[in-house]
C-alpha cells in the first residue's frame, strides 16, 4: 500500500516536470542557443533579450538587452471607427518590434557580432519594416474612456483571459504585442502554435474581447 501510494506520487511528480520542462523557453521558438551565430556569449538563453546588467534603460527597462529597433516612425493602424487611435507602438510591443519589424537581427545585443539573420520575413510583423497599418491595432487603450462600449468585454478583474484576468494583460489598460503572446512560452503548445494565451480555435480569442 505504502509502496504503491510512494510510486503514485513519484508519478506525478515526474509527469508533472515533463508538463513543465515543455513550457519554457528552453526548446521554444524562442531558444536561440542553437541558432545564433554566437560569438562570446556561449548560448545563454535569456541573454538575446534580457541581460543582468545593461545600457538599454529606456526601454521599460525589464533589463531589455537586445538593441533596439532601427524604425523611427512607424505607419500605425488607422480606421474611422476606432474608438481610440493607435499611435507608435510603446511599452513592450517596441521590445518585440526590435526582432519582429526585421531591421534588426536576432544576434543584435552587446557582446555579439550583429549583422545575422532577421526572423523570418513570414514572422516579420511590420511588413516592409515601418508598415502596421494591416496588424491587429497595438498600443491604444482597450476601452478608451468607454465602459459604454458594448462592442467589447469589459476588463473586469474577474473576467478571464486564459490563465490571467483581462486586465492582467493590459499593461496600462493598453492592448500589447504581449495582450494576446505568451513571449516565454510558459504555456507551451496548449493553446496552439503561435504562443497564444487563449485557444483561438472558433475565434475564441478574438471573442475574449469582442462581443460579435
Ligand atoms: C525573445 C525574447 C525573450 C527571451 C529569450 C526572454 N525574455 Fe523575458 N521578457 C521578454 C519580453 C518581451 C518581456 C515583456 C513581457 C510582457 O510584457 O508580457 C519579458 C519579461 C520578463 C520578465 C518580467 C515580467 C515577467 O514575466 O515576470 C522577467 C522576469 C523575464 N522576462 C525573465 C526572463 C528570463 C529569466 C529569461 C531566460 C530564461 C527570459 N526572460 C527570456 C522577452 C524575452
Ligand atoms: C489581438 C491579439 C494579437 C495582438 C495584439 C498581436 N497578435 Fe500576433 N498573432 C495573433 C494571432 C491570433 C496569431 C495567429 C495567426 C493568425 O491567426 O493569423 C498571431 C500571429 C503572430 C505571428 C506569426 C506570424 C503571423 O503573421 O501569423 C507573429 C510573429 C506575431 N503574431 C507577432 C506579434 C507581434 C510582434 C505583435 C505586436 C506588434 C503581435 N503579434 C500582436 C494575435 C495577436
Ligand atoms: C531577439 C529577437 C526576438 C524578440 C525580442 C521576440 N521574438 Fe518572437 N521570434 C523570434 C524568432 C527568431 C522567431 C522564429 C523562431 C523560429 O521559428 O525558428 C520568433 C517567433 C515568434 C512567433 C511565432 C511562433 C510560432 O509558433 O511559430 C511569435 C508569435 C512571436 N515570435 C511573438 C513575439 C512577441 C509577441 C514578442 C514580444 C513579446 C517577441 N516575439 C519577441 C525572435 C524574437
Ligand atoms: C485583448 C483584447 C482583444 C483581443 C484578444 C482581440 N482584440 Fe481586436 N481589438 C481590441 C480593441 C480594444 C480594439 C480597438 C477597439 C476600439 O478602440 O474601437 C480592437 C480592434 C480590432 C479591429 C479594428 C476595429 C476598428 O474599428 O477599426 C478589428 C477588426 C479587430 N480588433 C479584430 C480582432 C480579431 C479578428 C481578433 C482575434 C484574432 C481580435 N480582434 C482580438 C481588443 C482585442
Known amino acids: 500500500?505504502?509502496?504503491?501510494l510512494i510510486l503514485v506520487v513519484a508519478l506525478m511528480f515526474v509527469v508533472g516536470v515533463a508538463g513543465m520542462a515543455s513550457a519554457q523557453i528552453s526548446g521554444?521558438?524562442?531558444?536561440?542557443?542553437?541558432s545564433i551565430a554566437w560569438s562570446v556569449t556561449?548560448?545563454?538563453?535569456?541573454?538575446?533579450c534580457h541581460a543582468p546588467h545593461t545600457t538599454n534603460v529606456?526601454?521599460?527597462?525589464?533589463?531589455?538587452?537586445?538593441d533596439p529597433s532601427l524604425v523611427a516612425a512607424y505607419q500605425p493602424y488607422a480606421s474611422s471607427t476606432m474608438n481610440d487611435t493607435a499611435g507608435q507602438p510603446d511599452g513592450h510591443s517596441k521590445l518585440c518590434l526590435s526582432c519582429h519589424d526585421g531591421t534588426v537581427s536576432i544576434n543584435a545585443f552587446p557582446g555579439e557580432a550583429?549583422?545575422?539573420?532577421m526572423v523570418a520575413g513570414s514572422l516579420q510583423i511590420a511588413k516592409g519594416g515601418d508598415d502596421l497599418r494591416g496588424q491587429h491595432p497595438i498600443s491604444m487603450l482597450y476601452d478608451a474612456g468607454a465602459t459604454s462600449d458594448d462592442n467589447l468585454v469589459y476588463p473586469a478583474s474577474s473576467v478571464l483571459f486564459g490563465a490571467n484576468t483581462l486586465d492582467q494583460v493590459l499593461p496600462g489598460g493598453k492592448v500589447q504585442c504581449s495582450t494576446c503572446h505568451d513571449v516565454?512560452?510558459?504555456?507551451?503548445?496548449?493553446?496552439?502554435?503561435?504562443?497564444l494565451r487563449l485557444d483561438n480555435s472558433a475565434s475564441g480569442m478574438c471573442l475574449a474581447c469582442h462581443v460579435k
Open 1 to 4: 500500500m505504502k509502496k504503491t
Open 28 to 34: 521554444s521558438v524562442h531558444d536561440f542557443s542553437g
Open 42 to 48: 556561449t548560448g545563454e538563453i535569456c541573454k538575446p
Open 58 to 66: 529606456d526601454l521599460d527597462s525589464i533589463l531589455w538587452n537586445h
Open 114 to 117: 550583429g549583422g545575422g539573420a
Open 184 to 195: 516565454h512560452n510558459t504555456l507551451g503548445e496548449t493553446n496552439g502554435a503561435f504562443l
